[in-house]
């Protein structure tokens, strides 16, 4: 996108704060990894900086299994995704007792940056980076994982609107048709 995309604008405001607007009032705090992007959340340095999305999430889930035990249950979000129903949001929380990642899958595959980790996953997943290999879905095969998909994902999101992922100019140009036929 030749810029930090999170700050995109899009109708207004920059995309990761309607991330952070669907996400606020759900958590108990709010995290972003990485850069300071002007919002009233928690900034913290990427442990694994080259590690991709899956370095992102152990730094998460690091920091929540430090100040709340492994217990703690932790949203990981993509700053990308600006169309995340919280009724969704919800739903995969709801899915969580028992689980160490609650992740839904749509036809296109999983969708691990819309996802619950437990904090105590962050072992596996740090081990996992430290042997070279940065797939996020390498993970749900080593770890009790609940995958939420078919008719719960239609009932929580019957447009599916809240997998619009912004990674291309045209994807934005599509945000802000959307946004311009009021959807």
């Known amino acids: 996108m030749g810029a930090n995309k999170s700050l995109l604008p899009t109708g207004g405001v920059p995309l990761v704060e309607r991330v952070y607007e669907a996400v606020y009032p759900l958590a108990g705090e709010t ?72 992740v839904p899958r749509n036809p296109e595959g999983y969708e691990p940056l819309l996802a619950i980790y437990r904090a105590s996953c962050f072992s596996t997943i740090a081990s996992q980076i430290e042997s070279g290999n940065l797939r996020v879905r390498a993970i749900f095969g080593k770890l009790k994982t609940r995958e939420v998909s078919g008719e719960e994902l239609a009932a929580m999101d019957p447009d599916g609107r809240s997998f619009f992922n912004v990674n291309r100019p045209e994807d934005l140009a599509a945000l802000s048709e959307l946004e311009e036929r009021g959807l």
């Open 31 to 102: 995290l972003c990894v990485g850069t300071d992007v002007g919002l009233p959340v928690v900034t913290v340095p990427d442990l694994f900086p080259g590690a991709d999305s899956l370095g992102g999430i152990a730094t998460a889930l690091d920091y929540a299994r430090q100040k709340n035990g492994e217990d703690a249950l932790v949203l990981c979000v993509g700053c990308d995704m600006p169309l995340i129903r919280r009724k969704l949001l919800e739903g995969l929380i709801q899915r969580a007792e028992g689980y160490e990642v609650v």
